[in-house]
């Protein structure tokens, strides 16, 4: 397998894009990958040419792919890569180069050396205003990275593309959740104990805890970033010894004399070796560490490499358009519709195909199950014992703040899950749920791309441990 380059295009996770397709007739002539921006009305194609690969070939190519781009189109286009084509040589093939540029309204911004002596890492484009800048980072053996910045026209209304977001969440500091413990406390639940109805009692019990909740965790505004994660073993000693290993590599890079060159490429091989291990071990320890403190081994092990792969969930991404039955639906309301009648008609339709006889008489048995009432120490444990989670139901209460006052409302738990079990009732409070569709893979718009996820109340979870603890072999 040859060792070579190729084209890659990487795009922050909060820009709204889409693939453009760049079938390539030779691959190895001319390799090419392309995205359009939706917003900014932009196309960006991101080209490599193998510096062995014919230039006349290369120059049809390129040729093809940009008639294919701007067929019937007017669009922004920004067209970059290594080129492996010197444009400061006034050759045939360079002149014909800027030539088909010229023909598509596209012009060359790079005009200063990139590799060595040589131009041949070029953008060009149709944009206005264009200012080109190099940076030597010393990162490859093409010294410079090249940089433009223009001015780019918005698709309609001009979209806030920043690299943060606002959500609305409940304040759960510690200082209010010793408010509500303290609150909580000072009730006497008689009302509730007095009570002998399933369903009165818990809604009685239902509104105090959401009268106090509401009044002690106010829902405030949090600003949320979009930035890339910080990784704790990238310290101020590491970054210093990146930047050093970097004036090594320019060092070995730019020796004039041979024997200068041999030399200071084995210092700098000898450096990067032993950053390597540095930034390994360094890895090694912090990785080490948050295990150790954590109590979920498998859940910390996932969030470690979703941390050393960058990846953060963006929730600012929000589904404006969905498919249905061939239709496609941009309201939020209906959309939401679509999306109950999509899971509804999945539901029935399971049980449709399900033909097996249900009408079977069973014999009786007065030893089926027997449901033994709960005290409140069983009630606390249930409460202490449930996963913590940062999603809720539909009544947004925490399972942080339930446990934390789990001791002052384990006692009118109790008392209602028992009359529960006692009266056969479930409260219809604790039937509601939320139904929220969750992206699995393929089209984002096509409504058979979502599993729905159900978020129910924190208080039905202590009901269903409860049925479990009781039927349970």
Known sequence: MEKRGGSCILLRNNINFMPVSVTNSKSYEFESCAVELIDYNLIIICIYRTPTASAHIFIQELNKLLKKITRGIKKQIIVCGDWNMDIMKQTK???????????????NHITTPTRKLTCIDLIASNLLSVVAKQFCLGLSDHEHAQVITASVRVKGKKRNVNDFWYEKRRDLGSENIKKFIEAMSSLTFNEIYEEQDTEKAFNKFYELVILFYDLCFPIITVRISNKAIKHKWMTRTIKRCCIQKRCLYLKYHLSKSKLLKNMNKVKYRNYSSILKKCIVYAQRIVNHSKLQKSKNICKSAWQIIKDNFNYKNNNNNNLSEIKYNNNTYTKPKIICEKFN???????????????????????????????????????????????????????????????????????????????????????????????????????????????????????????ERVMFNNVKI
């Not at 703040?401 to 899950?417: E, G, M, N, W, Y």
């Open 341 to 463: 009648d999509f899971y509804i008609n999945l539901t029935n339709g399971s049980n449709k195909s399900n033909k097996g006889n249900h009408n079977v008489e069973i014999p009786f048995n007065s030893k089926t199950i027997f449901l033994s009432p709960v005290n409140p120490q069983d009630i606390y444990k249930i409460i202490k014992s449930l996963k913590n989670t940062a999603s809720t139901g539909y009544d947004n209460i925490s399972t942080r703040v339930l446990k934390d006052a789990a001791l002052v409302l384990a006692s009118p738990l109790c008392h209602i899950v028992n009359l529960t079990l006692v009266q056969g009732h479930y409260p219809t409070r604790l039937k509601f749920s939320i139904v929220k569709p969750l992206y699995k893979k393929g089209d984002k718009k096509d409504i058979s791309n979502y599993r729905p996820v159900t978020l129910v109340p924190i208080l039905s979870k202590i009901l």
């Open 93 to 107: 093939y360079s002149k014909e180069l800027l030539s088909i540029l010229a023909n598509y309204n596209l012009v």
